[in-house]
């Protein structure tokens, strides 16, 4: 009789055995499925989050380094002033699409009237020191705000978060570019124009925070945004109606240069996956990291795939153990049911019956009970995913709020690029699509985990298979 059809009347004759065998097939294939499709799934909703945050490098300043030092020694440290020429030379890499220089200082009004200046105001009245205000120095010099603005340097105003965003747009004139490096020019915006009489072509004049330096430039553009002022009894200082935008170099002319600078260049990269090659390629310049840092939203990246990283680790860890204990499960039961066939082996051999056909019959139930297990847990493992993968997520989740509220009472708010409060929370990923595709299923068919079962269940019908006829009867 053919072995593969003895196997098939060896399978129906011995039901119970089968059915223990499917079932433990079927909970190890279903799980380690699982584990499989929650991992992809958590890649997927990683790459996710890093696209939301978008593909931008920020390098600045190390405040959390800076502060250390200062802890450590008692002074506040003097970092060195970024060289233009390094950070121009970093845009060079093939990571990069394009990039912006941020630099924020304040100037004072030269004749200009601002928006929610209240008219006679005392002089001196509003008067804080410049640490208070984020911009170009910490120097000791003083900043009357009711009588000072501010102004953001740029390469591009395209390129800047409130233009890319929309809330700020080009009503008038031009925006600035990189070739207008160095010209004095800048954008007003359609509030404080209008309260000046003033429009694209006019030239006005704008003092350094020291009063040392005075420029006059010519208004390029007039743009409008729909940002406010936090509060309602802001300075005009705060007041982003007030706000300038001049080159990047033309900035410099006017920026206090003391203490320590403002400058931030946020690049551009092609694909989000090169942030970190882009960050490791960034470490050779001569850029110095004792003081600087890139940050890639790293903080808020982390914040939201915290929860799905740690399932993604317990997945991992259900494939490892289920894998070796279903494999364990699985010999014991083939050996066990092998050594109670011996008699029947025994027969065969006798009877003139090859020996890697009786091998190869014991390895066809095995296949196919395999299979039978292995396609039943395709239909039923999205289902079990998902329900692993959602409980997994709560739990993480759970315990990702206790912590950030033990760390921090509400949202931690900091200063970013143009001087304006920034939320720096984002909540976490509290979903995954959990769902069976075929690279989860050629894992599971090609993943070593089955080349253990086969391993497994072939090594123990060679030990469990009669040496000859003779020892068969014997016993």
Known sequence: MNFMKRAILSMKKRVGTSLILMAVFLIVTTLVLAGFTIQNASKKAADAARKKLGADVTLGLDFDKLG??????????KPPQLNTKEADQLAKSKYVKDYNYITNTFGISDGLKLVGASEGEEEGKGKVGMAAVRGGSSSGTEIDMNSSFMIEGVRKTALQESFKNGKSKIIDGKPITEQMKDQNVALMEKRLAELNNLKVGDKVKVQSGDKKETLEVEIIGIYETNEQAMGQQAPPIMDPANKLYM????????????????????????DPQNIEAFKKEAKKSDIDFNYYKLDAHDSLYKQMIGPIENISSTSQMIIYIVSIAGAIILGLIIMLS????????????????????????????????????????????????QFIGDNLLSSEIATASEETDTLQNGTVMMSGPGGTLQNQKEDPIDKIDVSVTGEDVGKMGGDRTSYCYISNASSSIIYSTPESKTNSFKR
């Open 68 to 77: 250390q030092q200062a802890r450590e020694t008692g002074e506040m440290p």
């Open 338 to 385: 092998i050594k109670a066939r011996r008699k029947e082996m025994g027969i065969l051999l006798s009877i003139g019956e090859k020996k890697w056909k009786l091998m190869a019959q014991f390895v066809v139930e095995v296949v196919c009970i395999a299979i039978l297990a292995f396609g039943l847990s395709i239909t039923t493992g999205a289902k079990i995913s």
């Open 247 to 270: 080159p990047h170099s033309t900035m410099k002319k006017l920026e206090v240069d003391q203490g320590i600078s403002s400058i931030q260049v946020v690049y551009f990269l092609k």
